[in-house]
């Protein structure tokens, strides 16, 4: 994540800017991020909020800019995990019972959220999240790329927010083509 | 999106460093990784030369099937045992191996578990104790079997000879009551016998007398001396009683031959009642041949009482299921005799046969103590017994039930009431063919 992180603040702002975050964020990993590493939570966090203190722009803006742009950055490593779906809800029943299993193979320091999916209604799915990192924007970003690839809107209500003091994360998401 | 501004030359020199950076770190994981893998990879493979020991030290057969039934792996045991190879391009389909029908899948082998046969190459098929175990890949879906299989062929042959040696058990233990049965007609036959030598001595004392008188008649002188002397000699053999006798003696000296005879014949229908192939016998007449054998087992303790129904000819092994009657018969006896003791009173043993439906129904019941509750379960184990030491090894029930349901497909089961008596029931297939037996 860290390195989708870094392409995301690139693209967006330059390298220039890049640079500054690093330089002005306080963060406990000392060398390089490499992508098969395993880093601190807290260390994106601080690059987060950086990011967002530097653009003057919400923080769940930002979250839901990143969790958008790094689909795309998470499909291009593994994209047989979307490729053999044609629908967008079969692909995200996946994430807890194949994908997040196949990461933890991968990298197995890795501390993966649970994500459950069902079927909601004939084209949505009621998705429940659930990480001590409270990252719900993210998510919301995520699913938003997911539809995106499947040429899809997404369109979220937010019932339950961890970042509320609720227990879990849970959305309603309705699917509906992309106009155009 | 932004536009984005080119790089100063200051970021680009820190980025390059740090992508400098990266790459050694990236080496140096890729380093402990390769290493990681390296002794992951011995580790699989002494696992796995550690699992193909397992399997080929393994006795009994091994198949590995796969979800449409096709053999994947054989082990050494299974070569050995049917001739077939071990490599996987030479492996054997599954029905060269087992008695199944083309396209036997894995339900159709879970149901092959027990006793079935295995083919070897050349067509010799040997008995072995099936287990086959599904592959599960998760708990409802299985992607193929395991199938492990016990050569039966020495415990069979332990099991033969273990019957065998039991039937010499009882014969043994029934001899001396065999003796006593042989000993008694064979006394009065005896007696007879010497009765008819004496008997015979004086009537030829007694005609040599008549012949002397018959020489002495011309000269009439001594005729009068002669028949005095004769009267007397008569007197002394007492004719009458000889001439009764002698008829009497004979036949009990018959009837003692023909006892004994007739023992002898039951011994031997007993002890060699035939081939060990299965036939069609008479099981009435196999009734009444073990209860001679083994009459002097009951006979002071109990009266029998016979049923015996009409019954067709029984596919059967007639030794084994002799011995299995013997065991109720012998069993019956003993339960009687702790009840009635030495008190002279004696029991009833009544044997009853029948045909219900496609079997046959022999029921043993005696008026004996009964079986009591806490034993019922171990009856049939083997080594049990109530009996005392050097009365009975405990094996009798336990292969009785072995030869009714392992050799003829039938059950051999029991009701009890204590202090009223026990029955027991054999029943059997009348008409069972060897395929289906």
Known sequence: MFNVFEDFVVQNWGEDFYEDILESSTLATLDPFVAPGTYPDADLIALVGTTVTKLGIPLRDALVAFGSFAFDGLVKTNPAFVDEHTDIRSFLATVDSIIHIEVRKLYPDAVTPTVL????????????????????????????????????????????????????????IDFSPVEG | MNTVEPASVETLTKRLDRAQRKIAILESMIEDRTRSLFIKSAELERSK???????????????????????????????????????????????????????????????MNGDAHMRCKGGKSIPVLLSVAKLQTTEDEADGAVCIAVDMREKQRLEMELRQAQKLESIGQLAAGIAHEVNTPIQFTGDSIYFLKDAFADLCRL?????????????LEDVSARCEDLAAMREEIDVDFVVEEIPAAIARALDGVDRVATIVSAMKA??????????????????????????????????????????????????????VLLNLIVNAAHAIEGVVASSGATGRITIATIVEGEDLVVTVSDTGGGIPDEIRERVFDPFFTTKEVGAGTGQGLAIARRIVVDGHGGTLRFESVVGEGTTFELRIPVGRTEAGA
């Open chain 1, 117 to 172: 999916v069902e079927e909601r209604a004939a084209t949505g799915v009621q998705l429940t999240y659930r990480s001590e990192r409270k990252l719900c924007p993210v998510v919301e970003g995520l699913v938003t790329g997911a539809a995106r690839r499947f040429g899809l809107a997404a369109n979220f209500s937010h019932p339950q927010c961890m970042n509320d003091g609720a227990a879990q994360c849970v959305f309603d």
């Open chain 2, 49 to 111: 030369a550690f699992l193909e020991r397992i399997l080929d030290t393994m006795s009994s057969a091994l198949i590995v099937v796969d979800g449409a039934g096709r053999v994947q792996r054989v082990n050494r045991a299974t070569t050995a045992l049917t001739g077939y190879g071990i490599a996987a391009d030479a492996m054997p389909q599954l029905r060269d191996l087992l008695d199944v029908a083309p396209g036997a899948t894995v339900e159709d082998l879970v149901a």
């Open chain 2, 207 to 219: 005609i040599d007398g008549y012949e002397g008188l018959r020489a002495c008649a011309p000269s």
């Open chain 2, 270 to 323: 007993f002890a060699h009642p035939g081939g060990s192939e299965k036939a069609h016998q008479d099981i009435n007449a196999a009734i009444q041949t073990t209860l001679e054998v083994c009459r002097n087992e009951y006979k002071y303790v109990a009266t029998v009482d016979l049923k015996l129904g009409d019954l067709p000819l029984v596919y059967c092994k007639l030794g084994d299921i002799n011995q």
